[in-house]
């Protein structure tokens, strides 16, 4: 069984930088999808950034430039760097995982790719 958990959300200024970090358990090394989706109540579930265990990587637009996806297995986390915040960025934050058995060069930004839930943690930025 998959199982997520997230934290690191916090309350920023504009231009500021959090970490986020999901703790991920039950999800094979050898082949899996893991990404960071975010949500707010007047938006849909929007594609934040993923990563496979072949080493695709991939940024929603909005994003590009500003935010890092990593992994670090000994640490069986997934982490997301964010910097130069904007309002925009403001949202309840989400790690998803799916199990993956081939290679995946453009790991996808799409929710309904992804079985595997955190709860999410909430990052407000203000200006």
């Known amino acids: 069984q998959v199982h997520l958990a997230e934290s690191g959300g916090d309350s920023v200024q504009l231009g500021g930088s959090l970490r986020l970090s999901c703790v991920v358990t039950g999800l094979s090394r050898s082949g899996y999808l893991l990404a960071w989706f975010r949500q707010t109540p007047e938006k849909d579930r929007e594609g934040v950034a993923a990563?496979?265990?072949?080493?695709?990587?991939v940024y929603g637009n909005s994003v590009k430039g500003r935010f890092t996806i990593s992994t670090d297995f000994a640490k069986a986390t997934l982490y997301l760097e964010m910097s130069r915040l904007e309002p925009e960025d403001t949202g309840v934050y989400y790690c998803?995982?799916?199990?993956?058995?081939?290679?995946?060069?453009?790991?996808?930004?799409?929710?309904?790719?992804?079985?595997?839930w955190g709860q999410g943690t909430q990052v407000t930025v203000s200006s």
């Open positions: 990563i496979s265990g072949t080493g695709g990587i």
């Open positions: 998803a995982a799916e199990h993956s058995y081939g290679p995946s060069i453009y790991p996808p930004l799409r929710p309904d790719k992804y079985n595997y």
